[in-house]
């Protein structure tokens, strides 16, 4: 099942309307997970960032914990490896990420159930869940035969359930707007922005 990065054709069709996407990295969002979002948030001595962040620690800590996760490769990953932020609309300040089939597995469903229910999503929560019950039997074993840091060998689909759960919950812990998340089965960026459009463009409006 081929990869293809949706992001340029989304951010050209987006741009035809005015609105400015780009790639962009953020510092708490980095290979360390959930510990280097903790460090972070820590060391910018925030007090507004207490509550969120912690709780947001806590779930991803149950997240990679539930997913096999080695948290002593953890704590040894690289805090100066960002994870990529698909494009980042910098006025509101808000990560958009586009999710091809290979997003949708079991294992990204079972991350939806340790999410915090006053979690703030950009997302359809039900419908990302039905995607992935409908997609799972082909995508649970993509890169079967790799191995992932932190998630051994076969671990690629549950590093990249965690990585996304991460994106998920530590955006909004970091004070920005909630992530959103776009549907993009087929890696047809110019499609996916033309169907989520009128949505997409009351999202930048807050």
Known sequence: MPVVDASPAFAEAAAD?????????????????????QQVAM?????????????AVEALTAIYDSL?????????ARSNLF??????????GTLIELDESLHFTSFRLATFDL??????????LDEYKELCRAWSSQTDNISRGLAA???????????????DAVRDLATPAMGHPPL??????????????????????KLLER
């Open 43 to 55: 060391d910018r001595r925030d007090p507004a960032l207490r509550v969120p962040v912690t709780t």
């Open 17 to 37: 309307d005015g609105i400015v996407l780009g790639p962009q990295s953020f510092d708490w969002l980095s290979e360390q997970g959930h510990l280097g979002l």
């Open 180 to 201: 959103v998340r776009i549907v993009a089965l087929d890696g047809d960026g110019a499609a996916a922005y033309q169907r989520q459009r009128d949505t997409l463009l």
């Open 149 to 163: 840091k932190g998630f051994g060998f076969g671990g690629v689909q549950r590093q990249r359930a965690y990585q």
């Open 83 to 92: 994870l990529p932020v698909d494009l980042v609309h910098e006025p509101t």
């Open 115 to 124: 999410y915090p229910p006053t979690t703030a999503l950009g997302f359809d």
């Open 68 to 76: 096999r996760g080695d948290r002593a490769v953890l704590s040894n």
